[in-house]
């Protein structure tokens, strides 16, 4: 059973550009959670996705920040007009329905804006 | 607001010592805490799981302790190896329906040979 997949692993963006990072959750798996994490903060919530649904969007930057999980395909996390305080390691998660206890990460994309 | 703190500073031993990182928790009381393991340019993997009626679990050599009056989770690893090197996170779920993770900064555990 693959894990959690997240590509592209290492992304470099100049600003202004687009950002857009995808995730494909475990089999079987149907809510999705976004985390950023920088050096000095630690890893932060973003948004938490189940599919066709955005759950809970809290930690998310209201401006340029958008989130998908569709039907079919991975969920996307998409950052317009980047800048470089976007530069970030950026986490996918997934679990199981319902909600489940442990939640399993995938490799990160680590972004980088020029 | 609810706060996870560790221990910023690194942590090191030598191979054989138990580990121990501390985790404390402020504003709140979870209903259950979580440790993870990270290593550099990968993501968190789940550890251990202990809930608030629980005072200790275990898995192999790792324990967690989760003491409610202190609001305090211990982590202890015996025997350690330097394979156990690595940044320890702890954190708690919000109790909502959402179940998102609140991180701790993480302590950073050197094994030494």
């Known amino acids: 059973n693959a894990g959690v997949m997240q590509n592209p692993r290492h992304l470099v963006r100049r600003r202004g550009q687009e950002a857009r990072l995808r995730c494909s959750p475990m089999?079987?798996?149907?809510?999705v959670y976004w985390y950023r994490q920088l050096p000095e903060e630690g890893l932060k919530f973003m948004v938490y996705?189940?599919?066709?649904?955005?759950?809970?969007e809290s930690g998310m930057p209201k401006e340029r920040f958008s989130a998908e999980f569709p039907k079919e395909g991975p969920s996307i996390l998409r950052i317009q007009q980047v800048v470089r305080g976007d530069s970030a390691a950026y986490f996918c998660?997934?679990?199981?329905?319902?909600?489940?206890?442990?939640?399993?990460f995938g490799p990160g994309t680590r972004l980088l804006v020029l | 607001s609810q706060k996870i703190e560790q221990n910023s500073e690194a942590l090191n031993i030598q191979e054989g010592k138990t580990a121990t990182l501390t985790c404390n928790y402020t504003?709140?009381?979870?209903?259950?805490l979580q440790w993870y393991r990270q290593d550099p340019g990968r993501g968190p993997v789940f550890l251990l799981l202990i809930r608030e009626n629980e005072k200790e679990k275990r898995k192999e050599r790792l324990k967690v302790t989760f003491d409610t009056t202190l609001k305090q989770s211990l982590f202890h690893i015996t025997a350690s190896q330097p394979a156990d090197s690595a940044t320890y996170l702890c954190a708690h779920i919000n109790a909502g329906n959402n179940r998102k993770l609140i991180w701790g900064l993480g302590t950073s555990l050197a094994v030494n040979p």
């Open positions: 996705l189940q599919k066709e649904n955005i759950i809970d």
């Open positions: 504003n709140y009381s979870p209903a259950y």
């Open positions: 089999k079987g798996h149907s809510h």
């Open positions: 998660a997934s679990s199981p329905p319902p909600p489940g206890e442990t939640q399993y």
